[in-house]
């Protein structure tokens, strides 16, 4: 766990005098809602549906149990009793009172926490793989890169006011458990010829109304040359991206406008007047960051035989996963039981999840960008013990990487820019899919939902996307298939899923993905073929026409009749 310094101790605190004062003069009438939405929202303060909506960054996903007992304070004193982990490894409070966020923010600076740069036309939160500094395929650990990138863009004058939104990924292992290929930036960890540590340097991916996949525009950048270039990506950006429409500002469409050739040689011609400058990485800066990191004090171990069988069998198989120190294993707790929206905790369930992570884990405790929850240093002897208390807490459903870990925002119940219901959406297909020995013939599969083409719930990388549109004021569901994130594992990179058709009206929902599920097992060679494996060799004609086809129709529209008799 990164611990502050002094410095960033005083920018977080001098941050909340500023944005108490601006929140103070703005109640009073000396700022216009012009003046004040810039400041609000480089606070993460943002004016949703029914209420404000304050973002709180978790950094590069890593928190401590006493900032996770802040958070369910703050959930309980200021909010409605819950927080929204959200796919930038963030939580979300829903209803604050715009005149409480300049105390909650002080509350959250006690515990070396702030809300910064979680919005408006910056740098935000870094992401990361969740389990950066656990996984045996680890190349780097990403958290000291992380740290390094934020303590670089935080505040920085010069990419303050960028044309649009901006987002870095690191992914510190073979596997990209981090979706670079979908950021802004994304960061790719290697190693040189000589051994030394580097980054293939990716740019212009997205999501969103023009979803792209990145560009590698440079195979191995050295580390110490990482924030220089990135300034140099930066510059080009801010020089040249976009300003006079928000829906063509991001880096993904100057980079489709001029091309990856010319992107690459401006980058390289702005590097070459940074290259080697003060903005060099050197070893000392590298160790000063990593003696902030408060580090496990692991045991000397051995891996042990754990039984197979069971419920407690189930969950270990989907639920615990490798740690390259002996004895010890990383935990997802699953944040998706039916019945529950994905992503919220409730305060009481936050303070018991603080209370284990100290047990259970060194006092620390991940947020993936799946909207999960992780325990990244458990010892294999204590796991049947913290099965026992997850179920108990509901936290231990068997469901990571299955049809009913679904991702999705927080879609029309909550965010001003939907078009459409997510929560709803998710639910329903999570109890068509409740029974475990259904999900685990299926198989992995990544089902992500978005309420708007903003693409908060990452539906253009779901193995099976949902995006919810308008048409003429009703909610209706587009569904694309053949997405995935990233190269989690060979021959998988990351891809945007086609859409198979026109919309379909929520209730006709679960149906479609019953039928896509259908005709995928009566196609996969064999129980070891993915959905998203299928569906690159076949094609999605198959399935367009076994969803589209006369025969479903008129079994959806029977059900209907039934449901409604």
């Not at 005149?99 to 979680?118: F, N, R, S, W």
């Not at 740019?203 to 924030?227: D, Q």
């Not at 980058?267 to 903005?279: I, N, Q, S």
Request: overall charge neutral; charged content about 25%.
């Amino acid at each position: 766990m990164y611990v502050y310094d002094a410095i960033d101790q005083r920018l977080v605190e001098e941050r909340v005098s500023q944005f108490r004062d601006q929140t103070r003069r703005y109640l009073a009438g000396e700022l216009t809602d012009d003046e004040f939405r810039p400041l609000r929202l480089q606070n993460g303060l943002y004016v949703e549906r029914h209420a404000p909506m304050l973002r709180v960054a978790i950094p590069y996903g890593l928190l401590a149990s006493r900032q996770l007992r802040q958070l369910a304070h703050i959930a309980r004193a200021y909010d409605r009793g819950y927080g929204h982990f959200s796919t930038r490894q963030n939580i979300q409070f829903n209803w604050p009172r715009l005149e409480d966020a300049p105390e909650i923010l002080g509350e959250l600076a006690g515990v070396q926490m702030h809300a910064i740069q979680t919005s408006g036309s910056c740098i935000r939160n870094v992401t990361t793989d969740h389990f950066a500094g656990v996984a045996p395929d680890e190349i780097v650990d990403s958290f000291l890169w992380c740290e390094l990138v934020r303590q670089w863009s935080a505040c920085n004058p010069e990419f303050a006011y960028l044309p649009r939104k901006f987002k870095i990924a690191v992914n510190g292992a073979a596997a990209d458990r981090a979706a670079t290929y979908v950021h802004d930036i994304g960061l790719q960890a290697l190693r040189g010829l000589d051994g030394a540590a580097g980054f293939r340097v990716i740019v212009g991916g997205g999501m969103g109304r023009t979803p792209v996949i990145g560009e590698a525009i440079r195979e191995f950048l050295p580390w110490r040359h990482l924030l220089t270039y990135l300034e140099a990506i930066l510059r080009v950006y801010n020089r040249h991206g976009r300003r006079d429409n928000k829906y063509k500002a991001r880096i993904k469409i100057l980079l489709k406008a001029i091309g990856p050739a010319a992107f690459r040689d401006r980058v390289e011609a702005e590097w070459a007047c940074l290259r080697d400058g003060p903005g060099t990485l050197n070893e000392d800066d590298v160790q000063r960051i990593d003696a902030r990191f408060a580090r496990p004090q692991y045991e000397a171990l051995q891996d042990l035989r754990l039984p197979a069988a069971g419920a407690f069998g189930a969950w270990q198989r989907r639920n615990v996963h490798p740690h390259k120190q002996p004895g010890y294993a990383a935990v997802t707790l699953s944040l998706k039981k039916t019945g529950v929206p994905p992503g919220d905790v409730t305060a009481e369930q936050m303070d018991a999840l603080a209370d284990l992570a100290e047990r259970y884990s060194f006092g620390e405790l991940r947020v993936s960008h799946e909207q999960n929850l992780i325990f990244a240093d458990v010892r294999q002897a204590d796991l049947h013990a913290l099965w026992l208390r997850l179920r108990a807490l509901g936290f231990a459903t068997p469901n990571i990487g299955l049809l009913t870990n679904i991702i999705a925002c927080p879609g029309g119940d909550y965010c001003s820019l939907a078009n459409a219901k997510s929560i709803p959406v998710a639910e329903a297909i999570q109890r068509r899919f409740d029974a475990l020995d259904d999900l685990h013939d299926i198989g992995e599969l990544d089902l992500n939902i978005s309420g708007c083409i903003n693409s908060c719930g990452h539906h253009h990388v779901g193995h099976i996307g949902i995006l919810g549109v308008d048409k003429q004021g009703a909610e209706w569901y587009q569904v694309t298939i053949g997405g995935n994130q990233g190269l989690t594992r060979p021959g998988a990179p990351a891809a945007l899923g086609e859409v198979i058709g026109p919309a379909f009206a929520r209730d006709d929902v679960p149906d479609v993905i019953e039928r896509l599920i259908e005709i995928y097992l009566a196609a996969r060679e064999s129980e070891h073929e993915r959905f998203v494996d299928t569906v690159w060799r076949v094609g999605i004609e198959p399935f367009k026409e076994g969803v589209y086809g006369r025969a479903h129709q008129e079994r959806a529209t029977e059900r209907r009749q039934l449901a409604a008799a």
